[in-house]
Each structure stands twice: as C-alpha cells, then as structure tokens.
C-alpha cells in the first residue's frame, strides 16, 4: 500500500463527499480508491469511512485518520517546495480560495504572483464564505480572500492581512449616451438604497453572504426587496443588466471588471453607506510553504495594495 496516496485519496473523498468526483479528481477509477481507502482501514485496524449506497461521512475514528493526513500532506509539500526551490525561486502549486464578489481581485493578485515567481502555479477558486473557512481550517487552501469581519465571529486559528473596503453601486444601463468621447462604463452621482429599492434588481441568492450584507443595508435603509431575479454567479449579475431590463447591486471590484462596457453607468449607494473590509486569511498554526511565504510577501507590497484598491473600493483612481 502506497501510504502517502491512500492519504491523499482520503482528503479527497472529504472535500468532494462523493468516491466517484473523489477519484476523478484523483485520477483514478472509483474501484481503485475504495481498494486503497479499505487498505488504510486494515493499516489502522478501523473503519474509518461510512458507507451505505453512498458516502455517508467519516467515523470517529476516521476523523482522526483524516486530521493526520491532511498535516502529513501538508508537510510533505512543505518539503517538496524547500527541495524543489529557495527563498529567491520559489517553486509549487498555491491554492487561493476566494468569495465570488473578490474573484476579479483574486485573479489579478494570482496574475502579479505567476509574473514574479514563475515557479509558482497558483488555483484560483471561487468559494462561498464558509467554504473559505472550512478549506484553511482543513488545510486544503493555503490562502483565501474574503470577508475578515466574519473571523472573530468564528474564532479559530486564521490570521488576517487587510487588502481594501468594499464600497456598493447600483449598476444600471445608462440612462443616457456619455458626452463627448467618452467610453465604457461611467460612475454617476450617488443614490440611495431606498430608491435603489424600487427598480427590477437581480440580486445573490440568499445563502450567499454578500446577499446578508446587502439585504442588511436595505433593511437598514427601511426598504423591502423583491428581486427580479437572482443567481449564485457574479458573472449573471453584471450579464444581466447588459442583455437584460433589470440593475444590479455590486461591489466596486465587480464593477471595475465591466468597466470596458459601452452604456452602463455605476451609481455609489448611500443612506446608508455600507463598507466591508476584504482580507486575505490564512492559517497560522501550520507551517507556510515557500510559495506562502512569497504570496503573503505580496499581499503586503504597498505596490500591490495601491494596484488592488485602484480596482475596488469606491473606483476614485483610474486603473493602473
């Protein structure tokens, strides 16, 4: 039995709760991965898996095997990346979760780390807040960027690094061409939420945080929505003030990723004015790897940090 493997499968029956996507992402046949997962069962002497006609969760005994692999294979790519590369040449895959309201930051964050260290491969994911949570708690991400308010309600072992404050606008077709030669998207005066209210709006679904957040302004500012529609994906909501009737309620970061669009127009909502920092999170009781390190030494740059607010925030500088 190929230890380390049989490990790694088992990581991968918990983050996908299903053996036949657990071993097509492992590149195996389901057979295959029951074989090796009852080989680890007879290591140990226990069962460590439920199972019925389906996954159906790990034993106790099992949670314990699970906790172990996920430090060993921790700890072997801790290894890999110190044999594999030095502090200057950082080499090895990084893992980077995101909320989907930061994706475009997230994704022009991988681009600056690939463009100053080659050697690194970062996964952007798209994740909701509580899957954030649960991959670094898990180890699965070695760094997530999302909503930082969230962490002393949870506690645990995470630290923070501040990247920039999430601002809200009424995104909308404009309701007029721009003057003169002026192109793409233009920021338009402020509005309230309350009138932002009255107008046909697709909105998150509700299990969404960011929706919480939203829905919370509304209430504060004393209205009730009845979205037109909502979706799970950030990109439906910008598509569907472009093709469709209906606004949206965006963060700045969104809006700046639609800023090449013709005819749309971005209005600041106010009364009240919501702000919500955004954070990258990691694990503080592990061990980073190299690719950790030179990520986190990035997150810090104050090159990068005036990069990551020029495309959020409440979009008052141009692009860089």
Known sequence: ???????????????????????????ITQPA??????AL??????????????FEGFTPEGERVLATA????????????DLSSDAAHPR????????????????RFAAQLQARHPGIVPVALSMSSQALEAGLESIALDLALGYTERMPARGGPLRAWPQYVEHYFLLRRAPRPPKGAARGLQIGPPMAWADAAALPLCLLTPEMHNRSLVDGAFRSAGATVLPAMETDSVLTLALSVVAGNV??????ALVDAVRGHDGLEALPLTGPVLTTPIGFMSHRQVQPTRALDAALALAQDPDWLQHAAAHSGLLAAEPL
Not at 8 to 20: K, N, P, Q, S
Not at 33 to 38: C, F, I, K, P
């Open 1 to 27: 039995m190929n230890l380390l493997a049989s490990l790694r499968y088992l990581v991968a029956l918990h983050e996908h709760r299903h053996f036949g996507r657990a071993a097509q992402a492992c590149h």
């Open 33 to 38: 991965l029951s074989n090796a997962l009852r």
């Open 41 to 54: 069962e007879k290591e140990f002497g226990v069962v460590v898996v439920r199972r019925g006609r389906s």
């Open 70 to 81: 996920q430090r060993m294979l921790h700890e072997h790519q801790v290894l890999q990346q």
């Open 92 to 107: 090895g895959t990084l893992r980077l979760g995101a909320v989907p309201t930061a994706m475009p930051i997230l994704a």
């Open 247 to 252: 606004c949206s309620v965006l963060p700045g």
